[in-house]
């Protein structure tokens, strides 16, 4: 019943910046953790990005200083804030929640978006 829809991706120059949005809804009713995957082509899946609900944020050392990772509680929403984008960030970005009290690498109890494409190319 949780759905996670995400937003905001496409073809941008090197250099420049896109913001994802991440809008989740159906049955939520505990505290989630919400983060952004990445998955280049044959790639595994890696972990960009991440918010707890207590406000701890983390990044990969490969984009720390460019994203920046938010969400409004309120509308259940989360976003990521891409500058500076580089030939290393291409691929498709996936939103992710995670129940409170789980780690990341419980992979079986994170719920996924469908994702998003990014593409940097001039």
């Known amino acids: 019943q949780v759905q996670l829809v995400e937003s905001g991706g496409g073809l941008v120059q090197p250099g420049g910046s896109l913001r994802l949005s991440c809008a989740a809804s159906?049955?939520?009713?505990?505290?989630?953790?919400m983060g952004w995957y990445r998955q280049a082509p044959g790639k595994q899946r890696e972990l960009v990005a991440a918010?707890?609900?207590?406000?701890?944020?983390n990044y990969a050392d490969s984009v720390k200083g460019r994203f920046t990772i938010s969400r409004d509680n309120a509308e259940n929403t989360a976003y990521l804030q891409m500058n500076s984008l580089n030939p290393g960030d291409p691929g498709v970005y996936y939103c992710a929640l995670k129940p409170y009290g789980r780690s990341w690498a419980d992979v079986w109890a994170i719920y996924w978006g469908r994702g998003t494409q990014v593409t940097v190319s001039s």
């Open positions: 918010s707890t609900s207590g406000g701890s944020i």
């Open positions: 159906g049955s939520i009713f505990s505290i989630n953790d």
